[in-house]
C-alpha cells in the first residue's frame, strides 16, 4: 500500500504514469470506445481499465499524480461530438473542472474530429478506459514535468 494514491489507481496505471516522461499522452477514453484494438497500437501496448470510475473521477485522480504538460498550448484534448460538432458536452465541461481544480487553473484545450481521435489515441503511451456513459468522453492529457514537490 501506498499512501496518498487515490484509490482506484492500481499497480498497472502506476507503472504506466510513472513510465511516461514530459511529452507522453495517455488516451483516457469512455466504455464505448475500442480500447482493446486502440491499446495494442500504442507505444506501450497497454489497456488499463477502471471499473465504476466516470470519466471527471478518474481524470481528476490521474492529474493527482500527474502533470498537465505546461509547456503547449492545450495539454487537454477531447474526441468532437459526431452530432452537435463544437459544442462543449456536459462531460467535456466536468473534466475541464477537473483539471482546473487538479491544475490551479484553467487548462487550454483541443479537439479532435472523432475519426483523427482513433488515430492520436494510437501514438499515446497508454489507454485507460473508465465506465463513462455519456457519449464522447474521450480525452488525451500531455503529461507535464514535475518539479519540486
Not at 466504455?31 to 497500437?41: C, D, E, H, I, K
Request: net charge negative; aromatic share 8%.
Amino acid at each position: 500500500m501506498l499512501k496518498h494514491v487515490p484509490a482506484f489507481i492500481d499497480a498497472d496505471l502506476l507503472w504506466v504514469l510513472a513510465a511516461m516522461g514530459h511529452g507522453d499522452e495517455l488516451a483516457v477514453v469512455d466504455r464505448n470506445f475500442p480500447a482493446q484494438s486502440v491499446a495494442l497500437a500504442t507505444q506501450s501496448g497497454k489497456l488499463i481499465t477502471l471499473g465504476g470510475m466516470d470519466a471527471p473521477a478518474s481524470i481528476g485522480g490521474i492529474l493527482e499524480l500527474m502533470p498537465l504538460d505546461s509547456f503547449v498550448d492545450a495539454p487537454l484534448s477531447w474526441m468532437d461530438s459526431s452530432v452537435e460538432p463544437g459544442v462543449v458536452l456536459p462531460v467535456h465541461a466536468d473534466v475541464l473542472e477537473a483539471c482546473r481544480r487538479a491544475e490551479g487553473h484553467d487548462v487550454p484545450h483541443a479537439v479532435i474530429e472523432r475519426h483523427q481521435f482513433y488515430a492520436a489515441a494510437k501514438k499515446c503511451f497508454a489507454v485507460v478506459q473508465n465506465s463513462e456513459n455519456r457519449p464522447y468522453g474521450c480525452f488525451i492529457l500531455k503529461k507535464g514535468v514535475v518539479y519540486d514537490v
